[in-house]
């Protein structure tokens, strides 16, 4: 079942700037921290020799130039989270989503390569893979999606028949052709599946228990949608 939303509802849904789980997303390891604390150094050098050669001028601008490329480090975050957000907004129309889990399988999947050099001096290249669920979404209309996510141990409690909520996004008012989805939640294990975090978790859910709340469950409430009610069949 789809409940189509306002473009207010979605926004708030996934909003412009980093949340506080995309910006951990996105914090990484302490590789990731090392790397850009690397390039922060690296940044305010490059600011002080260009401060060096322009002889003291141009100081507001290159005191703000150094301000950034010291703080590179805490906001590189921010601005990958909110690039891949507004990559995520770019689509018009979406809904809320609700089917069920038709089926589940790990797979092992390449997420990069390394180059090192082995005792011999011979380049060998390293494969990274990861284990990763992957979920058949489905419901009574023919609808099907997977979502794919990295495979944790409480993924163990998910099952055929699982019920699912998600958002929808597509650039068709009457959301006939879906071009993606949103991570998953799975209301009756209070679990969420995702790569990245796309959703605002309180608010999803909020909208999720006032629609559950509805004598015939999915005809939602006024302050949801300011359009009128629609049940898709076909996507």
């Not at 600011?47 to 950034?68: N, S």
């Not at 906001?75 to 891949?84: G, I, L, S």
């Amino acid at each position: 079942m789809l409940i189509p939303i306002t473009r207010k509802k979605f926004e708030e849904l996934i909003p412009l700037t980093a949340t506080a789980d995309q910006y951990k997303y996105y914090w990484g390891k302490f590789p990731d921290i090392l790397q850009r604390v690397l390039i922060s150094v690296a940044a305010v050098v490059a600011v002080l020799i260009l401060r060096a050669i322009t002889g003291g001028r141009f100081e507001i601008i290159i005191a703000f130039l150094g301000a950034a490329a010291g703080l590179y480090w805490l906001w590189q975050p921010v601005y990958r989270a909110t690039r891949r957000n507004r990559e995520c907004r770019k689509y018009k129309y979406s809904g809320f989503f609700r089917g069920e889990v038709l089926d589940l399988f790990v797979t092992e999947e390449l997420i990069g390569k390394e180059e090192t050099v082995n005792k011999q001096g011979e380049l060998v290249i390293i494969e990274n893979r990861e284990r990763r669920i992957n979920l058949d979404i489905g419901d009574e209309t023919g609808f099907l999606t997977t979502v794919q996510a990295p495979l944790l141990r409480i993924h163990r409690s998910i099952r055929r028949g699982d019920v699912v909520e998600l958002l929808v996004m597509s650039n068709r008012p009457d959301l006939s052709r879906i071009s993606f989805v949103s991570d998953v939640f799975l209301p009756d294990n209070d679990l969420w599946v995702s790569d990245y975090p796309y959703v605002r978790k309180d608010i999803f859910m909020d909208v999720s228990r006032r629609l559950g709340q509805q004598s015939d469950g999915w005809r939602g409430e006024d302050n949801l949608d300011d359009e009128p009610r629609r049940r898709i069949r076909k996507f």
